[in-house]
């Protein structure tokens, strides 16, 4: 089965010095050209990597790299600019930048030594011919860790949640801050109502107000056509085993009341939150649910159960968000459904899944998500389905606020057979990742969607299993033959849960985690495509990364990719223990070293 291309999804696009220099070079001239002036500012602060100094005093050489997009999204490069620099230089202007639209300008600091010590991007720029245009960019360590957060620091939270909204700011919610011993179990308590905005542009971390209600473990998710947050789910507390022999969980008591609110930033960058108290009761208490949003604003909840186990009559629904009800809510718009029954069915519970965009619509234009993990799928008797039913996909319907899920994929290996690669695909894989890669065409023509889905802890036997350094695949989705290709991504050095994992720069970044089930901090691990078999599953690129040494290890932590691909990470603890102390807590943005390649 030859493959002819891949590539990831596009990408998305600390305390700022008070440097700033224009760095420009001159190109060879060619047709259609423009020029810009790029402004430079630097985050500081770099979290234990070598360097702490603002890049005046380090850098003695720029380079530029100019790409643009091909109709797949595959870059190529326009130019490149090599230019020394002595630090007395403030204004200096790029040249014959080839004009046009988008373009990718990524700018590299280079130390004495000749190290990429800085890096800074910036994505889908229009080059005017003939004119001169002024860009900001920042630049941040190149494969290191820059401490960012408010004046007062960071307390420790276990499952914070971040979420990228409008002129890529990044909204930082909830957590857990506090654990106390409570009979045989550690009680996660303390959930955060306040809410912080970074602005990666600027380098900045302010606070943005409060949520209606405190929650930890909840899930959130930007509108883009009201410009409006949804804030979904989560818990006032959860409970861990002493003994360490089970993930965190939670009770009905213990879910957030009200389940849901509407947020949107004022001019002042303050949340506006508002609820509709009379119809809670139309959405369910969900935990770590996942958010799959639809055309128009449209959200799809599910997920987030009572696990491992769960009462499956009320879950094997869905939820929906209609922002156009009519409700109490923000001038009267926004508020989930009372749907019937039998509506947005799922075929299993899928508490604790991982949900991932195609990148690629359905066949009727609208948008689809692959669902990995969570509880056993469940027939309409009550009875566990059998094995490949680890997986489902939702399919957006051609009416808003519609879908369907189905599950009748069937999860193969290499010869096109039913897999025993994966020999535990009965839905008993609680929080693990899933990445999505973006579309592979095939010799024949067909399109078909990669995701990397990685980690978890597993459910088996009514007992919980330490995670398994085994739970590394590569999953591609044919349409046309209804299938996912299931092939092993070896790699992991231990098993892995409640980390974070970021599809950037042709690679996936796997970001802290657990290796037991509520200790042992993991750190950084980076799966890169395979030179030798650019189509097949990745492996490890540099294990660990240069920067893990620098890396805070912490699982139940929350990440977002920035708009130059570099990825904010937020919260976590090593242990759940560490809650006891609220101070200390970890944020910091890692620029992976191979992004400046």
């Known amino acids: 089965m030859a493959l002819k291309r891949f590539r990831l999804v596009p990408a998305a696009a600390g305390w700022s010095c008070a440097l700033s220099l224009l760095v420009a070079c001159a190109a060879q001239p060619v047709p259609e050209t423009g020029n810009f002036a790029m402004k430079v500012s630097a985050l ?12 005046l005093g380090e850098i003695r050489k720029f380079k530029l790299i100019v790409r643009e997009p091909d109709a797949q999204g595959v870059l190529s490069t326009l130019t490149t600019i090599d230019s020394s620099f002595d630090g007395s230089s403030k204004s ?9 639209s988008p373009r990718e300008v990524t700018l590299l600091g280079y130390t004495q030594a000749g190290e990429v010590s800085w890096f800074a991007r910036k994505s889908a720029l229009t080059i005017n011919k003939l004119e001169t245009q002024v860009v900001d960019i920042m630049l941040m360590a190149a494969e290191g860790f820059t401490c ?30 506090d654990a106390a011993v409570d009979g045989a179990n550690l009680k996660l308590s303390l959930p955060q109502s306040q809410a912080w905005l970074f602005d990666p542009a600027k380098g900045t971390f302010t606070d943005a107000g409060q949520l209606v209600a405190a929650r930890g473990a909840h899930s959130a998710v930007y509108l883009p056509k009201s410009g409006k947050i949804l804030i979904f789910g989560g818990a006032t507390e959860m409970q861990v085993k002493s003994d360490g022999s089970a993930p965190p969980t939670w009770n009905a008591a213990n879910a957030v009341n009200p389940r849901w609110e509407l947020c949107q930033l004022d001019t002042n960058n303050q949340l506006a939150c508002s609820t509709d108290d009379s119809i809670q009761d139309n959405v369910k208490p969900r935990v770590m649910p996942n958010l799959l949003l639809l055309t128009a604003d449209y959200v799809v909840a599910s997920g987030g159960a009572p696990w491992p186990t769960t009462e499956t009559t009320n879950f094997l629904g869905a939820d929906l968000f209609d922002p156009t009800l009519a409700t109490q809510v923000d001038g009267g718009k926004g508020g989930f459904s009372k749907l019937p029954n039998g509506a947005l069915k799922m075929n299993g519970s899928r508490a604790g899944s991982a949900v991932a965009p195609f990148t690629t619509p359905s066949a009727a234009g609208t948008s689809r998500y692959l669902i990995w993990g969570g509880n056993e799928s469940i027939s309409a008797a009550g009875v566990p389905s059998g094995a490949g039913k680890v997986a489902e996909i939702c399919i957006e319907s051609s009416m808003l606020g519609d879908a369907r899920f189905d599950d009748t994929y069937a999860l193969v290996g290499a010869d096109g057979n039913p897999t025993t690669d994966y020999s535990e695909a009965t839905g008993s894989l609680f929080f693990p990742t899933l990445s999505a890669l973006g579309p592979v065409t095939l010799d024949s023509g067909e399109v078909v969607e990669r995701f990397a889905a990685i980690g978890g802890a597993r459910w088996k036997d009514n007992v919980w299993a330490k995670p398994s350094k085994d739970d590394a695949w590569l999953l591609t989705v044919s349409d046309a033959k ?3 290709l299931v092939q092993k991504m070896p790699g992991l050095t231990d098993g892995v849960y409640l980390h974070t994992a970021t599809a950037t720069g042709g690679h996936v970044v796997v970001s802290g985690g657990f290796a037991s089930l509520n200790t042992g901090a993991a750190t950084l691990t980076d799966f890169a495509p395979n030179p030798d078999d650019p189509f097949g599953p990745l492996i490890v690129g540099t294990a660990p990364p240069a920067a893990a040494a620098a890396f805070v290890p912490r699982g139940a932590l929350a990440s977002q990719k920035l708009s130059n691909d570099c990825i904010l990470l937020f919260g976590g603890v090593a242990g759940f223990d560490d809650l006891k102390t609220h101070d200390g807590g970890a944020s910091d943005v890692y620029c992976p070293g191979f992004l400046a390649q």
């Open 92 to 100: 200096i202007t790029f040249t014959n930048i080839p004009a046009g």
């Open 44 to 55: 500081t602060g770099t979290c234990g990597s070598a360097s702490t100094n603002s890049p």
């Open 482 to 484: 209804k299938t996912i």
């Open 148 to 177: 960012v957060g408010p004046d007062a620091g960071v307390n420790k939270l276990a499952f914070p949640v971040v979420t990228r909204i409008a002129s890529d700011k990044i909204l930082i919610t909830g957590g857990f801050a």
